[in-house]
């Protein structure tokens, strides 16, 4: 059973708003990731970290930013929050590349 | 770099059938394959993995999959389906470095 935790589950906000959607694991992982996915589609790659004070945009371009502070915390934050941000916001983490990701359950963000 | 490739976007089997998805990828170097299913509003769950070894791997809920080097691929199988295996599944490759590729997805609808 992974132990990776994403809050909230499901988000509606007002555009402009500023929001932190959170995510922490307990494994004493290095690498952390947050996905982006449309419903029914596939998973793109926006921020990755190997570790505390290391953090990487990834493929997909994203006007999210991210932290790592500690091991176990990566939140994403969004400073003004508009409609087309409205997507499914997964956090993944792993111990190292030669083993499976572990993911959390996902945040549901509508922005009105 | 790597690539994956799921050839069917949705594949419809009626209950107690077999099912077969398919997931080719590409690399110049070894890797590491996964499979990922997603049930509605949640994150992934992984099914099964192959890292190295016997290339038939058993995985969770009785799928199992075949890592083919000749035919770069790593189908997945089931031998009788259920209602509840109804979700999206994803094949993933990972180089052993921090990237996961991930494919666009498979639908699988199990009809009664």
């Known amino acids: 059973e992974a132990d990776i935790y994403q809050t909230p589950r499901y988000l509606v906000i007002g555009t402009g708003k500023k929001i932190t959607l959170e995510c922490s694991q307990t494994?004493?992982?290095?690498?952390m990731y947050w996905y982006q996915q449309d419903p029914g589609m596939e998973l793109h790659l926006i921020h990755y970290?190997?570790?505390?004070?290391?953090?990487e945009k990834g493929d997909l371009s994203s006007e999210s930013t991210v932290s790592r502070i500690r091991t176990e915390h990566f939140p994403l934050t969004l400073e003004s929050a508009r409609p087309s941000h409205t997507s499914q916001y997964l956090c993944a983490s792993s111990e190292q590349g030669r083993t499976e990701a572990f993911f959390g359950q996902g945040t549901r963000l509508t922005v009105v | 770099a790597q690539s994956v490739t799921q050839l069917d976007s949705q594949v419809p089997v009626f209950e107690e059938a077999p099912v077969e998805l398919r997931c080719n990828y590409s690399?110049?170097?070894?890797?590491?394959l996964f499979w990922y299913v997603q049930y509605p509003n949640q994150g992934l769950q992984l099914l099964l993995k192959y890292l190295s070894g016997s290339t038939l791997v058993k995985g969770i809920n009785g799928f199992e999959a075949e890592f083919n080097k000749s035919q770069t691929s790593f189908h997945l199988r089931k031998p009788s389906v259920h209602i509840s295996d109804t979700a999206e599944y994803f094949c993933?490759?990972?180089?052993?470095?921090?990237?996961?590729?991930f494919g666009t997805g498979t639908r699988l609808k199990v009809l009664a």
């Open positions: 690399s110049s170097v070894s890797v590491y």
């Open positions: 970290s190997y570790g505390v004070n290391s953090t």
């Open positions: 494994m004493g992982h290095d690498k």
């Open positions: 993933a490759v990972s180089a052993g470095t921090y990237k996961y590729i």
